[in-house]
Nanobody, 131 residues
Framework: EVQLVESGGGLVQAGGSLRLSCAAS????????IGWFRQVPGKEREGVSC????????YYQDSVVGRFTLSVDSAKNTATLRMDNLQPEDTGVYYC????????????????????????WGRGTPVTVSS
């Protein structure tokens, strides 16, 4: 079965850290573009970070630059999002996703923070940051 399973979310105070993990099965993380997204109720889902299969570079939303780090572990077939100096505005449900069809490879890596190009999604893990 092809699936993604996120873990590591929780409640943390502002300034704290969390490490989210995305375990992939049925798909090899090295062979796809993989991204992390988040959503707050009532708002659109937004891209947080992604690693492009095309050039193996990692991209970040401006608001998380310097605080979040995405890494891909080939041996464990996982993608990890390390989040430091968390702020209340980082609260949301965090999802990992992969581009199974390679559409982002065609469009270009700049599109890897756009959720509509990702076909396989996990169920998400909630993150709450208190002030």
């Amino acid at each position: 079965e092809v699936q993604l399973v996120e873990s590591g979310g929780g409640l943390v105070q502002a300034g704290g850290s969390l490490r989210l993990s995305c375990a992939a099965s049925g798909v090899i993380v090295d062979d796809v573009t993989i991204g992390w997204f988040r959503q707050v109720p009532g708002k659109e889902r937004e891209g947080v970070s992604c690693n492009s299969f095309l050039n193996r570079k990692t991209y970040y939303q401006d608001s998380v630059v310097g605080r979040f780090t995405l890494s891909v572990d080939s041996a464990k077939n996982t993608a990890t999002l390390r989040m430091d100096n968390l702020q209340p505005e980082d609260t949301g449900v965090y999802y990992c996703a992969v581009d199974l069809n390679g559409l982002i490879d065609v469009l270009g890596p700049n599109w890897c923070l756009v959720d509509r190009y990702f076909e396989l999604w996990g169920r998400g893990t909630p993150v709450t940051v208190s002030s």
